[in-house]
Structure formats: C-alpha cells, structure tokens
C-alpha cells in the first residue's frame, strides 16, 4: 500500500512546491494589494491517475495562501480560522496558514485573511473519506473469476487495513489487500449477491469508508 502512495505524496510534494513557487513570485515595488485571491491544498490522498483534488476531511491538514498584486513580504497579514484571530500566525509576510480541520463532515471551516483594508473569506465543506471499486452493480456466470480493486480517497495514511465481504462473510485477499480475486464455482447458484469493501486508517479508526456493489449471478 506504502508503494502505490509514493506517487501520491510526490503529487501532493509537487502541489505544495507550486504553493511556494507562487507566493516567492513577486519581485515588483511593494504596494497596497489591489487584488487578491484564496489557495487552499489538504494533504488527503488521492490515487495518482484522479484529476480532482484532494478534499480535506476531519483530522486533514489544511494549508491556505493568499496571493496578490505587490511583494508579498512587505505587506501585513491577519489571519481568521472561524471567526478567531489567528495571532501566531498573522504578520509581515505571512501569506499562508495552516491548521488540522476539526470540523465533521458536512460542516465547514471559515477562513479569512486581512491586507491592509482587503479582506478575502473562504468557507471550506469538510468531507468523509470515500472508496471505489472502479465499477458498479455487474453480472458474473457460475464457473467465472474475476479480480476487483479498491480505490481509497482522502485518506491522511497511506497504510490502510482493508476488509472485504462477498454475501456478508468475510474473505481474504491473497496477497495485495486492495485486491481480490473473487472465483465463483461451478455449480454456483444463481443468485444476486453483495461485494462489500471497507477501508480504515488504523491510526485512527473513525476514519474509514465502506462501498457495496450487487454482482447478480445467472
């Protein structure tokens, strides 16, 4: 599981060295910014051919830039996480904030920057993490095997405990837990039946994610 996150990290490496790159940028006269906008990356997992972000969920790092017209280290900002002054770390120069989202799912976090008389506000949804099959409800034939792979999302741990369940019993995976081969036999009944996958960070079990398709035997 480590392996298949390397390119993860290095993803999220490469958004937070872009982060850097634009806030080192400026190099004009300072001056009153004119302009501004909001930035934000969460350090969720994402896997490495997903063209979406990474969506920050309870326990995330969140980390917000501010960037705007003029040299960013000559201008004082003030930071606001929920309505709270963020005194450490307001100041010269301080364009970014970081903070670990408490928030549940559903809820959001209320950010706000002060520049000089400019104001920005971002209100950013917290989220649960998620897991895919790749695939939805299918058909298989008695006699038929076939291998199905599981997709974690927003994920703060790359090492992930994964459990999966065909008709409610478990069964394991032979040798990469994100796969399984599921080989029906024979004389298998023709029946509809459940594949239930369920991945939990064990660092910290209220973070998990379960995803149920319906394979219909006939």
Partial sequence: ?????????????????GFLVLSFWSFYPARAASSMELFWH???????????R???????????IAI??????????TWY?????????????QNSFS???????????NIQVKIGEEYRTLNLKIYEPEVSLGQNDLVMSPGESRIFQA????FTNPDLEFTWAFNNSKIASKDNPEFLELSLPADYPKFQRKLDITVVNPRNFLERATKRIVIKIE
């Fill in 68 to 77: 705007g017209e003029g040299d960013y280290r000559a201008q004082n900002y």
């Fill in 81 to 93: 996480l929920d309505r709270k002054l963020m005194k450490s770390f307001s100041g010269i120069s």
């Fill in 99 to 109: 903070f670990r989202a408490s928030e549940w799912p559903g809820f959001s976090h």
């Fill in 42 to 52: 969460a350090n969720t997992l994402v896997p490495d051919n997903f063209l979406g």
């Fill in 1 to 17: 599981m480590a392996d298949q996150f390397k390119k993860l990290n290095s993803k999220n490496h490469l958004f937070l060295v």
């Fill in 54 to 64: 990474s969506l920050p969920i309870r326990g995330s790092i969140i980390t917000v």
């Fill in 151 to 154: 997709f974690p999302y927003y």
